[in-house]
C-alpha cells in the first residue's frame, strides 16, 4: 500500500515538473508570433511636384549709389544656369541713370558730363554659390525652399564716355515661391575705375536689388 502511494506521489510530481517546463516554451512561442507580424501595412506617399528645368529667368530693379554721384533707380535683367542646386552661373545687363556730382552743384554750372554720358549700363557674367540651403516655414503645414548665396564675377562698365572693366562681388538669399518662380534679394558692389574729375579712379559702386525669376 505504501508503495503504491508512493508512486502515485512520484507521477503528480513528475507531471507538475514538466508541466512547468513546458509553459516558458508556449510563452516564448506566443511571444515571438506578438512581435513578429508577416502584414506589412504600406504607407501611401505623395512626392512633390517640383520642376527640374535648370534655366531661370528673370527682372530685377533697385537702386545704385554710383560714387561720386547720386543713388538713381537700376533696373536689369538676368539669365541664369544652374547646374546643381548649389552652383549657377548668371548672365546680367542693368541700367541706371545718375545726375549731378557735388562738384557739379556747388561749381555754379560747371558740367562734367553730357546727359548721355550720365546714363550707366552694364554686363557682367558672374558664379553663384549657395553656402546656406534651407527652409522657410510659413504656418504649421506650408514650407519654402530658400538659401543665401555668395556671388562673384567680372564684365563691363559703359559710363562717362567710355566701357571699364568691372569686377562685381555680393551675395542674396533666394525665395522658392512656387515650383517655378523665385524671389531674389541681392547686393553687391561694382568695382571699375573711371576717369571724371581729371584723373583714374577706383570706385565702389553698391547696388541693392529685389527680382523675380522663372525657371524654364
Known sequence: MANRIQCVVLSFFAGACLSAMAMPVLAVEQGDSALIDPRIERRQISEA??????IEVGVYAGFLAVDNFNT????????AWHVSEDIFFELAMAEAKTG???FEKLGGG???LTDDER????????????????EAFAGRNRAFSNGLYLVGGAGSTEFAGDSHFT???GAGYRLLLTDWLNLRMEMRNHLFEVDVFGGDEVTNNLEWTFGLGGFF
Open 119 to 134: 546714363v550707366l549700363r552694364y554686363y557682367n557674367f558672374s558664379v553663384g554659390y549657395t553656402v546656406l540651403p534651407g
Open 49 to 54: 511636384q517640383i520642376d527640374s528645368e535648370n
Open 167 to 169: 569686377l562685381n562681388v
Open 100 to 102: 549731378e556730382t557735388s
Open 110 to 112: 560747371v558740367q562734367l
Open 72 to 79: 538713381p533707380p537700376v533696373l536689369g535683367l538676368r539669365a
